[in-house]
Each structure stands twice: as structure tokens, then as C-alpha cells.
């Protein structure tokens, strides 16, 4: 077989090459963050630092357009390498992309002069990439660990700003506390299996019996946790609305967007390779999280003024939606999921781009009534941030692609081979629920009166509005034509989803007693 | 053009002709409505001459030359419009030399394309051609099994209506010139006709029972639209509103029975319905159902017992509308489905006897009704309840061709009878406008000796009202008559007489109505002659100023009405019974629509055309002319105009007459019965009940107000300690593990 398109990962070299494209992007931040240190501080090196990040993200984006275009495939290892990673890749990408662009005009506005903080996103997005590649329960802790420290550090970045610390911190507890679960389940599930490797696992899970064994549910449930407090889950979600708010705009957007992707992204790969096995018995704490998730998320929204945290909730209700999607455990399910990252992430960095364009020197600005009679004043800006409120409540045409997002996710649920027809009505409901918050939004800017007292908002910088501009068009077109994101995530279901493998040649099986029956 | 013939439609013999161009007969009339709409956008108004006489002072059209003077004399500071109901500042429309252009022109392009393709059909063979020629343009609905063309069809009821429909429709358009003149909204009234006339010929000429359904609701739209024209008084807006929801009752019959019929025989074309309904059981209860839900909306378009309460105040609308729609061709709606349908109606003995009953219940009753109305246009609504009624009579009872032919003369004498009367309330407003009266212009009380002021009038109306009575050789005198000479016939030999009704046996009730027929033919000559009397004959009671500007109307106006004159005259021509053969050829309608019928009339028949003999038909016809003279003898000789005095001074009526006279309290009755506990119902249950107090203040309110205080709940637990959400986090934990136990 020819060695540029299938892959022995049990070679070292052909496990770099599998790893390429994160690699890539990991040396080049390395690289950059020395060069970010190595100038003094001023608005035009940060300026520089954050076009190479750029850069750096385009060549990434085109090495994972390679793997794309051969159709690379790999034996099963600890990497996965499949279609499901590069599009998952590409949604991540697409935020990081967004958040750096907005970084380097909003770090400017507020005087903070921190170069390095562009390419600490570009770390964190590296171990998100990890994440989204992980076929091993190692691989996907260490993901995880460098998204989040680094995100931490994000969070906190406006020095001067007392909120901004305050998030840092509450975020840095919360998540060590959570990851001590997430490590914690971990343990308990190899300690069940004896395995890291995800395929491992559910072979293991089904040749030895295992779906009962309580060790194994106990690491089951843990992970759950852990995956639920970095998807903000409820009731795993208390943090986010706080460190939402306190954090710089541009990495709340990004904090709503690519790690909640990257972290479903995960999550759903293990929960659909490893613990397919053991579907019946993590299938009704699932439920009940995505059906919580929704509704908590919906319903606490519905009393938020301040635009931050009313996206907060928003991202929390839609982590809600995607629950469903991994409950469902099908192919369909995860090709939905994908297709709805792909119209969250546009649409969330869209609208917190608005949020920073309208923002005011100092985070001044944010509450919803600032927005009245935005229309009047900035109607395009109007017109955007009512595409994506649209496009986050799911209407048709006017919110493009965000009906077919749900659209999917809901027909996955009732087409699943066990249809999930009450999380399908959860759904609907608690999204005519969501209209009360993002309408109102809506409402605000194009029906009530300017006034009089508010000062007309600045014109946008050239990058956020290139940013919102770009976001909505794209939100639109897709929603014209969603069959050609569609086809892309056909066919992108993780290895384990359909069958768990019967063998694997990768890890060799230790010597455990056959199985008690 | 999309064009999409059946295989069968390119071998039709009329393929290839002008009847090719069968899909612009309803584009025409449309497009004048997209003109005329486009124009009546344009808020120009332009202040008018300050007397309307100016304009036709010139076209030397007065009666007397002395009135033009002395109407001249006048037209100084005067500011009113002069027509209509109500004193609007003249104020005409700057395009409205161009609405007055198109409007009438694409009726009349239509007309000339239905006369071409009359003499193409003519001489494709006629009245031999039994498949209609069909034209499908698209597939309207496709949903599983059911499969619905956009199709039009013409066969030779199609093409009576549509001339009835374009040829009359000229006419009227071009009264309207003259009649709607200074009014400001001048190209939205054409706007309305011209769109009435489009969905008219969409209702005759659709190929199944949805496009038909099509036309049948855009000419009620329509019709609302004009009867409201002067919307700004309430009065015109409420008869336009209760014109539409009485009908709204009817249309509800017809979707049931289309739906019924596609439930049981998978179609909705003509056609193929036609071909298919023998399979189902003759006189059952299924086709009696089908058919009587037909009915329904039948008594609902075409005003007859009883839906018919909305006709008489759609006379709120402008006058040449109530001669359009509500005599000429909308109300005659009803008929033309039956005779449609007639395939199912004769299936059905049991419906068609209802159809009769009704039919001739409501010629009666709305007869009785028109001898004590004292609006002459309230006379006509009436009159023209009590005739569609005769119509439905003769459709009811199985002769579709007598039905179809009163169907047209009606058209043309009740077309001529509100003309008439519109000329003389434009004579009546003028006079009284020029003095600043506010009498009422449409109260009969008002005229009398109109004669000798406006003499073309007056002698084509008598023309329609000998016509409408029934005197020998007007149109109405054959028509009616073919009527009830059909109903006499059946009574004694059909299925319709084997059946029975509510237990009595079909032919007692067939002789029932027809001596129900005959009296309500006594009752029609009385009531039209007492109308004309009290028109124009007797001393004038106007006022003494005001006589002085009674005048004929301009050419425009008076011209149509001559050709209605001729039509009524000699409408019967296009049947003459076998008795009056010396004067043409015998029953030219009868082949004519034989195609379309012709089964049908034999299948109620028992298969043998009814045949009287010579002496039963002379009796016959005898006896009605003897009726008809009888009436007029008694209205002219019992009458004393003498006595009348103008409304103003008139006392109360008292008993019977003050019962006729508020037509029954059938208003009252149904506002008692129905309307006030639906309204009572509606708002006082549903309303404060169920959609204040449930929906929007337990489900909608209540729903947002639970949401809320939710909302509230979490946003006091989201406190900011950490410690408090370490400790959700914690019991989040123990949630997750307990699932976990749960299978």
C-alpha cells in the first residue's frame, strides 16, 4: 500500500507525519512566541505577531487540506486519522482564525499590549487539535490540559481589568477541580479494561463482559463529569457565565466556540468508540444532561441583559443541542454534530465580533438596551447580529444555516435506531423558548428608538468587520446551500461509531483471565 | 405559454383554432386589473368640473333642452359629486381617461374572442361535440395519488356563460363610465370589475372543481371588494362583510363535497368525475350527500333560502356592480355548478327535489318581500332572489337547459332593470344635489312621474319589466315559461316523481312547486308594475326646486341599455318552444348544450325526452300569460300613486304590510338565533374565556412568567461564590452516578 496515503502508526516516522498538521502549528507558536518576546512591546510588533499567527493558521489549514484531498488513511493507533479530525480541525481553525483577528483590533482599543497572547491562542488551539485527533485516553488528557492551561491564562490577559482576573481564577479552579474527575474516571476505566487506546477499550468492554462492571460506570460517569464541565453542561456549567463575562470578548468567543468544540469533539469520540459497548447504561445520564443543558441554559437566559453573559447561557443551551447529537449515537448523529459545530462556530464568533465592534473602550456597552435603534444608526452591523441570532435560534432562510444545524440534529434523534422522540420535542421547545432572548435582541435594535443620550458607535476595524461580514455571508450562502457542507461531513462517523474493531494490532492485549460467563 | 395538452386535446376538432387562445379570455380582464390597480395607486386626484352636467351638457344627451340651460345654471361654487350615495367633493382621478379606456377595451378584446370562438365551435360541429376541449398549463397540486392540473376547458356551457359573462360585462363596463364619473376612486373601481370578470371566466371555464373553487372564491372576494366600495361609511362595509361570511357557510359546503367526491372517486376533473360517478350507487345516500353539500353552496353564492339574507344589502355597493355581480353573472353562480354537476344531480332524485323546494320556496318568498319595498333597488334585489330561485327550480327538477336558458335572459332584463334603475337614481342625485337636499335618492317615494324627464329609460325598462313578467314574446315570457312547463311535465313522468321527500311522495311535490312557480309569477307582475308606477308614472313627488334638474342620462349610459333593451326583447329566440314555431327555429339551445346535459335531462326523465301534446302546452302557456297579465291588471288597477307622498311625510305601516316590508324580521331572527349567541359566545367564552384568560394569560403569560421565575432561580443560585458552585458542581456529580444506576 502506498505509505503517503495509509499510514503504519506503528512507526514513529509515520506517526509524526499522521500528527503533521499539529505539529506544524505547535513548532510554528514555539517559534513565534520567541519572536513575540523578543522585540519590546508596541502596538505595531503585536500587530505583526498576530498576521503570522495568521499565517501560521492558513499553512496548517492547507496541510489539513492535503490529508483531505489523498484521503490519508492510517491503521488504528493512538492518532486518529479520518474525516471526522480534519473537519473537526477546520471548525476549530475557523475560531482560532476569528479569535486572533478580533484579538489583534480589540487589544489595540483596550491598550493591551501582549503579543504572546496571540500565540498562546494558537497553543491552546494546538492542544484542541490533540483533542480532536485522540484515539487514547492519554492523548486525549493531554489535549486537554494544554487547551485549558493556556485558556486560563486567556482569560485573565487584561491584566488591569479586575473582572478579567476574577474569571481567570474561577476558571482555574473550577477546571482543576473538574479535570481531577475527568483524570479520576480515567484511571477507573483502565483500571476496568486495562486499556487507554479508545478501540482498545470497547473491544475489550465487549469480549470480557464488562458493560455492568461498576469500576468501569463509576470511570464512565466521572469522564462524563469532566467532559460536562468543559462543554458547560449543566450543572456542570456554573463557571461559564461568570468567566464569560469577565474574560476579553474576542476569547469568551472563543472560549463559546472552539473549546466547547473541541471538547465535544472528544467527547464524542470516546463516547462513540470506547463506550458504545455500553450504551444502555450511560445512555439515561446523557439524556438527562442534554435535556437539562437545554433547558437550564434556555431558561436562565431569558432574564439576562448583558449581551456576555446572555451568550453565555446561549452557549450553554447549545451545548445542550450537541448533547443530543452524542446521545443519539449514530453515524447521523455525529455527522450532525459536525454540521452544527461547523454553524455554531460561525455564528458565535459573529456575534461576539459585534459585541467587540460596539463595545466601547473599556468593556463599557454591553447591556442589550445599548443596542436600541442600532438599526438606525450602524444598520448593517443591525443586519448581521440579526443573522446571527437568527442563525443561533434556528430560523429558516434569515438565519441561513442555523435552521439545518437543528434541522439535522433533530432528525438524527428520530431517525436513530431507538428514536429519541421526547429529546426531539426538549429541543423544539426549549428553541421557542431561546426566541424569547434572541429576538429580543433582535427587537431591541430594529424597533426601539436611538437614545438620544448614546453616542453613535464607532465604525468598525477593518478586521472585525471583515470577521462579521464574513460570517454572516457564510451563515447565509450555507443556508442556500447546506448540501455542500453535508457532503462533507457524510460518511465522517469516528471508527468505533459503526462497528468496534475486532482485533487491534496496535496496543498489544496483557493477559487478562477470559471472560467470567 | 405553457401548454400542455392532453393527447386527447391536440385530436379535439377545435385544436388548432382560435380556441387555442382560450387561456387569454381570463388574462385580459387581468391585466386590466393590474392597469387599472397600478393606477388607482397614484393619489392623483385632480379637483373636477364643480358641476358633473358640464361634462355632458355638451353630448347634447338631455331629454330637454331646457334642463341643460337651467342645469347650467347652476354649476357655480357646487363642489358635490353628483352620483352615488354621498356627497364627495368632485374629485376625479388624473388617469381616469385611462381606466375608462382600459377597463371597458379589454372587456370588449374578450368579448370579440369569445364571439371568434363561439363561430369556431360552431363550426367545429356545435352542439355534436361532446368532449370539452381541455388546455392544462401546470400541475397544481401533486401530492401522492392526487394529481391536479391548472386547467382550463371550454364546451358549450362554458361558452354560453362566457358570452353572457363578456358580452354583458361590456356593457356594464361601459355604463360605468358614466355612472362612476366623479368619483375618486374611479380606476380602483375598474380595477375591482375588471378583476371580478377574471375570476368569473375562471369559475366557468376551470377544467375540475378546485380551479372552479378558485374563480368561485375571487369573485366573492370581489364582490366584498365593491359592495364595500364607499367603505368609508359603515353601513356599505358591513354589507360587504356580512356578504362575505354568509358565503363563507356556503363555500364550506362546497369543499366538503369536493372533498367527499375525491374521497369516493379519486378525481376532481369534470371529466373523469363525470365518467365515474355511475359508479356509485344511484339515489344513495352518499351521492345525495355530495350533492346536497353542493347545494349548500349554492344557496350561498346564488342568495336563495337560506343564505339569501345578504344579497338584498349588497345592494350598498355602486349600481352598476349590483347589475355585474349580484344580477347578471356572480349570483348565477349556483346554476351554472348544478348544471355542471348535472351528472351527479341526476344520480341524486332526493337532492334535486330539495334543489326544487328551495328554489321555489325562495321565488316566493322574496316575491312576497318586493311588493312592499320601497328602495328601488331593493325592489330588484328581491326580485332577483325570487328569480335565481326560478332557476334553481328548473335545474333542481332536471331540466338544466331551462334552468341555463332563464340564466341568460335574467342576464340581460335584470342587467337593464338595475341599469335603469342606476340611470334614474344618477338623474335623482343630480336634482338633489343641486339643492343641497339630503332626501333619499333610492326611495320610490321620492320619484313618480319620472316619464316624461327621462324617456329612454322609461321605455326600456318597461321592455324589461314585460320581460320579467312574462308577457308573450319578451325573453323572460319563454324562459319562465319553459320553467314551469318542465316542472308540470315532470311531476307526471320521472325519477324525480318516483322519489319521495321527507316522506311526500316527488311528484306532489313537483306540482307543489309548480303552483308555487305560477304564484310567485303573479307576485313578479304585480311588484315590477307597481315599481314602474311608482317610478314613473302618477304625479312627481321630488320637490318643486328640485324637479326642475331632472334629466336622461349622457349616451355612455343610455347606450348600453338600449342593447340590454333588444336583448331582453328577443333573448327568447335562443329557445323557442315547439309552439311557437312560426316564429324561428325550434329549441336552438336545447342542441346547443345537449353535449353537456343532454344525458343527464334523460337519465331524470326515464330516458324519453318529455313530449306534451299540443293542447296541454297551449293550456300551459295560457295559463301563465294569463298570470302575467293579471298581475299587471291588479298593480295597475288597484295602485293609486296619487296617494303616495314623499318618504319624509310617509306614516308607519301597519300588519301585514309592515311585516313584508321588514322583509320578515329574517334579519332580526337570524342576528337573534345566530349571530348574537355566536357573538356572545365568541367573546364572552372564547375570547375573554379561553384566549384572554387560558391562552394568553395561563399558557402564553403564564409560560413566560414560570420561564422567568426559573430564570430567576438560577440567576440567584449563579451567586459568583465559588464555593457554591463547587458545591453544584459536587451534587452534579452525584446526579450523574445515580443515573448511572437507573437502566
Not at chain 1, 441554559?297 to 431569558?302: D, K, S, T, V, W
Not at chain 2, 378525481?267 to 352518499?286: I, Q, Y
Not at chain 2, 328640485?546 to 333588444?566: F, N, Q, S
Request: with cysteine; charged share 10%; proline share 5%.
Amino acid at each position: 500500500m502506498n505509505f503517503m496515503t495509509h499510514l503504519d502508526l506503528s512507526f514513529p516516522a509515520q506517526l509524526s507525519l499522521a500528527l503533521l498538521p499539529d505539529l506544524l502549528l505547535m513548532g510554528g507558536a514555539m517559534i513565534l512566541l520567541l519572536w513575540a518576546a523578543w522585540r519590546p512591546e508596541s502596538a505595531r510588533h503585536q500587530r505583526s505577531v498576530g498576521a503570522a499567527c495568521l499565517g501560521l493558521i492558513v499553512l496548517t489549514t492547507i496541510a489539513i487540506g492535503w490529508f483531505m484531498y489523498r484521503h490519508v488513511t492510517a491503521t488504528p493507533g493512538p492518532i486518529a486519522v479520518d474525516r471526522f479530525r480534519w473537519i473537526a480541525d477546520l471548525v476549530l481553525l475557523l475560531g482560532t482564525a476569528g479569535t486572533i483577528a478580533l484579538s489583534m483590533d480589540y487589544n489595540e482599543r483596550e491598550g493591551i499590549f501582549a503579543p504572546e497572547s496571540h500565540v498562546l491562542i494558537l497553543l491552546a488551539t494546538s492542544g484542541m487539535m490533540l483533542l480532536a485527533a485522540a484515539r487514547d485516553l492519554m492523548i486525549v488528557f493531554l489535549g486537554i490540559e494544554t487547551m485549558s492551561v493556556a485558556t486560563y491564562v486567556l482569560a485573565g490577559m487584561n491584566r488591569r481589568s479586575p473582572r478579567s482576573a476574577e474569571a481567570a481564577m474561577k476558571y482555574f479552579l473550577l477546571g482543576a477541580f473538574s479535570t481531577a474527575f475527568l483524570l479520576y474516571g480515567m484511571a477507573l476505566v483502565y483500571g476496568a479494561t486495562g486499556a487507554t487506546n479508545l478501540s482498545v477499550i470497547g473491544d475489550r468492554v465487549m469480549r470480557f463482559g464488562l458493560t455492568t462492571s461498576p469500576l468501569l460506570l463509576t470511570g464512565i460517569a466521572l469522564m462524563l463529569v469532566g467532559f460536562g464541565f468543559k462543554v458547560a453542561a449543566a450543572p456542570f456549567h456554573m463557571w461559564a457565565p461568570d468567566v464569560y463575562e469577565g474574560a476579553p470578548t474576542p476569547i469568551t468567543g472563543y472560549m463559546a466556540a472552539a473549546v466547547k468544540a473541541a471538547a465535544f469533539a472528544a467527547f464524542l469520540r470516546i463516547w462513540y468508540e470506547a463506550f458504545t459497548p455500553v450504551y444502555a447504561s450511560w445512555h439515561n445520564a446523557v439524556w438527562w444532561l442534554a435535556a437539562v443543558t437545554m433547558a437550564v441554559g434556555n431558561i436562565i437566559a431569558l432574564r439576562q441583559r448583558d449581551l456576555k453573559r446572555l451568550l453565555a447561557y446561549s452557549s450553554i443551551a447549545h451545548a445542550g443541542y450537541l448533547l443530543v447529537a452524542l446521545t443519539v449515537n449514530s453515524p447521523a448523529g455525529s455527522e450532525a454534530f459536525l454540521f452544527y459545530a461547523f454553524v455554531y462556530t460561525i455564528a458565535t464568533m459573529g456575534s461576539f465580533a459585534v459585541v467587540v465592534a460596539l463595545g466601547d473602550p473599556g468593556e463599557r456597552s454591553l447591556n442589550v438596551d445599548d443596542y436600541a435603534g442600532l438599526w438606525t444608526v450602524r444598520p448593517w452591523l443591525a443586519v448581521a447580529m440579526a443573522v446571527f441570532m437568527l442563525a443561533l435560534l434556528g430560523f429558516p432562510v434569515f438565519g441561513g444555516a442555523g435552521f439545518f444545524a437543528k434541522w439535522y440534529v433533530i432528525r438524527a434523534a428520530l431517525q436513530a435506531p431507538s428514536p429519541h422522540w421526547k429529546l426531539a420535542v426538549i429541543l423544539v421547545l426549549t428553541s421557542v423558548i431561546s426566541a424569547g432572548y434572541y429576538l429580543y435582541v433582535v427587537m431591541v435594535m430594529f424597533m426601539r428608538p436611538r437614545v438620544a443620550s448614546a453616542a453613535i458607535p464607532a465604525r468598525s476595524r477593518g478586521l472585525t468587520g471583515f470577521v462579521i461580514a464574513a460570517s454572516a455571508v457564510l451563515l447565509i450562502v450555507l443556508g442556500f446551500f447546506p448540501e455542500r457542507l453535508v457532503r462533507l461531513t457524510e460518511g465522517s462517523a469516528p471508527y468505533g461509531a459503526l462497528t468496534v474493531p475486532a482485533t487491534s494490532s496496535a496496543v498489544p492485549l496483557p493477559s487478562l483471565p477470559p471472560a467470567r460467563r | 405559454m405553457l401548454l400542455q395538452h392532453e393527447v386527447s386535446a391536440a385530436a379535439h376538432p377545435l385544436a388548432g383554432t382560435v380556441v387555442e387562445w382560450l387561456w387569454l379570455l381570463p388574462l385580459l380582464p387581468l391585466l386590466g386589473f393590474v392597469i387599472n390597480g397600478l393606477l388607482s395607486l397614484v393619489p392623483a386626484t385632480v379637483l373636477g368640473p364643480g358641476d358633473p352636467d358640464m361634462a355632458h351638457g355638451a353630448d347634447g344627451a338631455h331629454g330637454e333642452a331646457g334642463h341643460g340651460v337651467a342645469v347650467h345654471a347652476h354649476e357655480t361654487a357646487d363642489e358635490h359629486g353628483a352620483h352615488g350615495d354621498d356627497h364627495h367633493p368632485v374629485v376625479r382621478h388624473r388617469f381616469a381617461w385611462l381606466a375608462s379606456i382600459v377597463g371597458p377595451a379589454v372587456l370588449a378584446i374578450a368579448f370579440g374572442l369569445a364571439v371568434a370562438m363561439f363561430f369556431a365551435m360552431r363550426g367545429a360541429g356545435g352542439g355534436e361535440m361532446h368532449a370539452p376541449f381541455v388546455q392544462r398549463y401546470f400541475s397544481w397540486m401533486p401530492a401522492g395519488t392526487f394529481h391536479l392540473d391548472a386547467a382550463f376547458q371550454l364546451d358549450q356551457l362554458s361558452m354560453l356563460m362566457v358570452l353572457v359573462i363578456t358580452g354583458v360585462g361590456t356593457l356594464i363596463h361601459l355604463f360605468s363610465i358614466g355612472y362612476m364619473q366623479d368619483d375618486p376612486g374611479y380606476p380602483r373601481f375598474f380595477a375591482y370589475l375588471n378583476l371580478f370578470v377574471a375570476f368569473m371566466l375562471v369559475l366557468v371555464l376551470g377544467a375540475n372543481y378546485p380551479v372552479l373553487f378558485v374563480g368561485w372564491e375571487g369573485v366573492g372576494l370581489c364582490s366584498y371588494l365593491l359592495i364595500g366600495f364607499w367603505f368609508s361609511e359603515k353601513a356599505n362595509a358591513d354589507a360587504g362583510k356580512k356578504a362575505f361570511i354568509v358565503n363563507r357557510i356556503g363555500d364550506f359546503g362546497l369543499l366538503i363535497a369536493m372533498f367527499l367526491l375525491f374521497a369516493n372517486l379519486g378525481t376532481l376533473d369534470f371529466v373523469a368525475v363525470n365518467e365515474n360517478v355511475t359508479r356509485l350507487a344511484f339515489g344513495g345516500p352518499l351521492i345525495t350527500t355530495i350533492c346536497l353539500f353542493m347545494f349548500l353552496g349554492c344557496t350561498g353564492k346564488s342568495a336563495q333560502i337560506p343564505l339569501y339574507i345578504w344579497l338584498p344589502d349588497a345592494m350598498a355597493g355602486p349600481t352598476p356592480v349590483s347589475a355585474l355581480i349580484h344580477a347578471a353573472t356572480m349570483v348565477t353562480a349556483g346554476v351554472y355548478l348544478i348544471a355542471r354537476s348535472s351528472v351527479l344531480f341526476s344520480m341524486a332524485p332526493v337532492a334535486g327535489l330539495t334543489v326544487t323546494v328551495i328554489g321555489a320556496l325562495t321565488a316566493i318568498f322574496a316575491a312576497t318581500i318586493g311588493l312592499k319595498q320601497w328602495d328601488i333597488k331593493k325592489v330588484l334585489a328581491y326580485s332577483t332572489v325570487s328569480q335565481l330561485g326560478y332557476m334553481f327550480m328548473g335545474v333542481g327538477s332536471g331540466a338544466y337547459v331551462a334552468g341555463v336558458f332563464h340564466l341568460a335572459t335574467h342576464a340581460f332584463f335584470k342587467a337593464l332593470l338595475f341599469l335603469g334603475s342606476g340611470s334614474v337614481i344618477f338623474a335623482m342625485h343630480a336634482a338633489y344635489h343641486h339643492t343641497g337636499s339630503h332626501e333619499d335618492a333610492q326611495d320610490m317615494r321620492n320619484m313618480g312621474g319620472l316619464a316624461p324627464y327621462m324617456r329612454v329609460t322609461w321605455i326600456l325598462m318597461w321592455i324589461a319589466t314585460l320581460a320579467i313578467a312574462g308577457v308573450p314574446f319578451f325573453a323572460g315570457f319563454f324562459s319562465k315559461d319553459e320553467i314551469l312547463g318542465s316542472l308540470f311535465l315532470r311531476a307526471h313522468d320521472s325519477t324525480l316523481a318516483d322519489a319521495r321527500w321527507l316522506g311526500i311522495p316527488g311528484s306532489a311535490v313537483l306540482y307543489g312547486a309548480y303552483a308555487l312557480g305560477l304564484a310567485a309569477a303573479l307576485l313578479t307582475a304585480i311588484y315590477m308594475t307597481r315599481m314602474m308606477i311608482y317610478t314613473f308614472h302618477g304625479p312627481n313627488r321630488t320637490g318643486e326646486k328640485e324637479r326642475d334638474h331632472l334629466h336622461e342620462a349622457p349616451w355612455i349610459m343610455t347606450g348600453p341599455l338600449v342593447v340590454l333593451g333588444i336583448l331582453s326583447a328577443v333573448g327568447g329566440w335562443l329557445n323557442l318552444p315547439a309552439i311557437t314555431s312560426f316564429l324561428g327555429p325550434v329549441g336552438a339551445l336545447d342542441r346547443w348544450l345537449e353535449p353537456v346535459v343532454g344525458e343527464s335531462a334523460l337519465r331524470v326523465t326515464n330516458g324519453v325526452a318529455p313530449e306534451a301534446t299540443h293542447s296541454t302546452e297551449l293550456a300551459l302557456v295560457g295559463g301563465a300569460v294569463a298570470i302575467a297579465l293579471l298581475g299587471i291588471i291588479i298593480a295597475a288597477v288597484r295602485l293609486k300613486p296619487a296617494r303616495l307622498v314623499p318618504k319624509a311625510q310617509s306614516p308607519e305601516e301597519h300588519g301585514i304590510e309592515r311585516v313584508l316590508a321588514n322583509k320578515y324580521y329574517v334579519d332580526e331572527a337570524y342576528d337573534r338565533v345566530v349571530v348574537e349567541p355566536t357573538v356572545g359566545l365568541s367573546r364572552g367564552v372564547l375570547w375573554k374565556g379561553i384566549d384572554q384568560g387560558i391562552i394568553d394569560n395561563v399558557l402564553v403569560n403564564g409560560s413566560a412568567r414560570l420561564a422567568r421565575g426559573f430564570s430567576s432561580l438560577g440567576s440567584w443560585v449563579q451567586s459568583g461564590q465559588i464555593g457554591t458552585y463547587a458545591w453544584v458542581l459536587v451534587i452534579g456529580v452525584l446526579a450523574v452516578l445515580g443515573a448511572f444506576t437507573i437502566r
